[in-house]
């Protein structure tokens, strides 16, 4: 992983930095977006828990149809474009074997990611999302490259 600055964000957070920052997490069903500028070098990250906000209480950007728009319009206000930024989509993990595919909030939040960038026609440049381990994500702002470390099962329990 890269030493220096590196901000890490929590279920629910959506952070936007510059190079040679970093933004970092961990993921186990929950989903980052990362979104990078290509001209601009500017890169942006949420993190979300749940794919739908019911409408129930506060909109919060732990559900992704409220943190990838909010990702989005952030980076807009930066001065991108949809044609200048490039996403990455991670996690989504199946983290409890044997539970019903109605239950898959994983695969949920991973499709809910795909749906709203197909509809911001932001094109997903790389991925690594599903199956049954946890990830450690840092995104490299200099680059807008992605390390990645898979987790093992008993690093993933507390979070999201």
């Keep these: 992983m890269i030493q220096g ?17 970093a933004i970092s997490t961990v993921l186990g069903s929950c989903v980052a977006v990362c979104l990078y500028d290509v001209k601009l070098g500017i890169g942006g990250m949420n993190h979300y828990l749940l ?10 950007p732990k559900f992704g149809n409220i943190a990838i728009p909010k990702l989005i319009e952030a980076m807009m206000e930066q001065g991108s474009t949809h044609t ?49 381990n946890g990830r ?13 470390k898979y987790t093992s099962r008993s690093d993933d329990s507390d979070r999201g």
């Design 5 to 21: 600055c590196s901000t890490f964000i929590h279920v629910g957070q959506v952070h936007i930095d510059s190079a040679p920052s």
């Design 51 to 60: 794919p739908f906000w019911n409408g129930n209480g506060l909109q919060s």
């Design 84 to 132: 200048t930024l490039e996403a990455k989509i991670f996690g989504g993990a199946s983290m409890n074997i044997g539970i019903s595919d109605s239950m898959m909030i994983g695969q949920k939040n991973i499709m809910v990611a795909k749906e709203i960038l197909k509809e911001y026609k932001i094109a997903i440049a790389a991925e690594d999302v599903g199956g049954q």
């Design 136 to 148: 450690k994500i840092q995104f490299n702002l200099e680059r807008g490259k992605v390390l990645l």
